[in-house]
């Protein structure tokens, strides 16, 4: 069975960091494009950040551009995103995601692009 798990969340301070990995089971993710989105309470999810399979091409949305970094260990079946800067706007509920799709630019940050989710974890930043 494909599964993908999010660990990594907490309460962090403004303008602290955390890393947030993304860990897959059941499946190789060299195959796959990763996206990370999240899902603050009464907002719809968006498009974060996405990985192409080989790690060549990254691609963020524009308020995340310069703060987060996302990566990827095939080797470890793991995708990371290295949140730094962070904003209370940036509070919600993160998500990984998989596609055979690819990702290499702005558009491929839309969700129904995407058929493979972990359960999330949540990011909270507060003073």
């Known amino acids: 069975q494909l599964q993908l798990k999010e660990s990594g969340g907490g309460l962090v301070q403004p303008g602290g960091s955390l890393r947030l990995s993304c860990a897959a089971s059941?499946?190789?993710?060299?195959?796959?494009?990763i996206g990370w989105f999240r899902q603050a309470p009464g907002k719809e999810r968006e498009g974060v950040s996405c990985?192409?399979?080989?790690?060549?091409?990254?691609v963020y949305a524009d308020s995340e551009k310069g703060r987060f970094t996302i990566s990827r260990e095939n080797a470890k079946n793991t995708v990371y995103l290295q949140m730094n800067g962070l904003e209370p706007e940036d509070a919600a509920v993160y998500f990984c995601?998989?596609?055979?799709?690819?990702?290499?630019?702005?558009?491929?940050?839309?969700?129904?692009?995407?058929?493979?989710w972990g359960q999330g974890t949540q990011v909270t930043v507060s003073s």
């Open positions: 990985i192409s399979s080989s790690g060549g091409t990254t």
């Open positions: 059941g499946f190789t993710l060299d195959y796959y494009a």
């Open positions: 995601a998989a596609t055979r799709n690819r990702c290499s630019w702005e558009h491929d940050l839309r969700a129904y692009r995407y058929d493979t």
